[in-house]
Structures are given as structure tokens and as C-alpha cells.
Nanobody
Framework: QVQLVESGGGLVQAGGSLRLSCTAS????????RAWFRQAPGRVREFVAG????????RYKESVKDRFTITRDNTKNTVDLQMIHLKPEDSGIYYC???????????????????????WGQGTQVTVSS
């Protein structure tokens, strides 16, 4: 069973930066697509950023494009989310996720639907004050 552990959340003023990191317990995740989701109180969990298993493709929620960057390091089993120019609406619990690819799946693809991801971390709180 793969375990994902997030770190790097915290309280920051609007306009500030944070870097989130997600470490996996097994190296098998190097073959999985990875993503970050977030959930604000009273709202559904939403896709924020994803990176394909190959590392060739990244996708972002429209509102975070040009502010967030997702990267992966398969040697360390990590995926990071660098966030700059943070806004109060970026606040929420950020979750790391991993998607197991089927044998026919495209290693360059990134899906944005939460139910398609197989492993989840416990989440890390990000609070952006105005």
C-alpha cells in the first residue's frame, strides 16, 4: 500500500509563496501520474495541478496558471507544488494524489477527476490571509 505524505503548508500573507512537497513510501509511484487537489470548507475537492507519469505533461486549474508549478523527482519519490503570488482564494487543504496507470494508458496523460486517483495523502493546510 502506497502512502503519500504532504508537507510545506502554513499561513502566508496574500502575495506570498509556499512550496508543498509530497513524498511517497514506494518507488512504484515513479510510474504513476501525480497531482495536487485542494478543498476549501463547504466546497468540493478540486483539481489544482497534475503531472503525467512520463513527466512530459502538466495541467493546471485555470486560476493558478502562471502562479503554480508542479514538478516531480522520481529519484526521491516526490512531487512538489511551488506556489507564488498566493491569493486568499487559494486557501484550503491541499492533497497529494497518485494514479495507477493501466497497461493501455497513455503515460503522457493527466486526468483532473479526483475519483480516478488511487492513493491520497492526509492533506496539508494552506491559509492565505488578505
Amino acid at each position: 500500500q502506497v502512502q503519500l505524505v504532504e508537507s510545506g503548508g502554513g499561513l502566508v500573507q496574500a502575495g506570498g509563496s509556499l512550496r508543498l512537497s509530497c513524498t511517497a513510501s514506494e518507488h512504484t509511484v515513479s510510474q504513476y501520474a501525480r497531482a495536487w487537489f485542494r478543498q476549501a470548507p463547504g466546497r468540493v475537492r478540486e483539481f489544482v495541478a497534475g503531472i503525467s507519469a512520463s513527466g512530459k505533461t502538466t495541467r493546471y486549474k485555470e486560476s493558478v496558471k502562471d502562479r503554480f508549478t508542479i514538478t516531480r523527482d522520481n529519484t526521491k519519490n516526490t512531487v512538489d507544488l511551488q506556489m507564488i503570488h498566493l491569493k486568499p482564494e487559494d486557501s484550503g487543504i491541499y492533497y497529494c494524489a497518485a494514479e495507477i496507470l493501466g497497461p493501455q494508458a497513455n503515460p503522457d496523460s493527466v486526468v483532473t477527476t479526483a475519483s480516478l486517483y488511487d492513493y491520497w495523502g492526509q492533506g496539508t493546510q494552506v491559509t492565505v490571509s488578505s
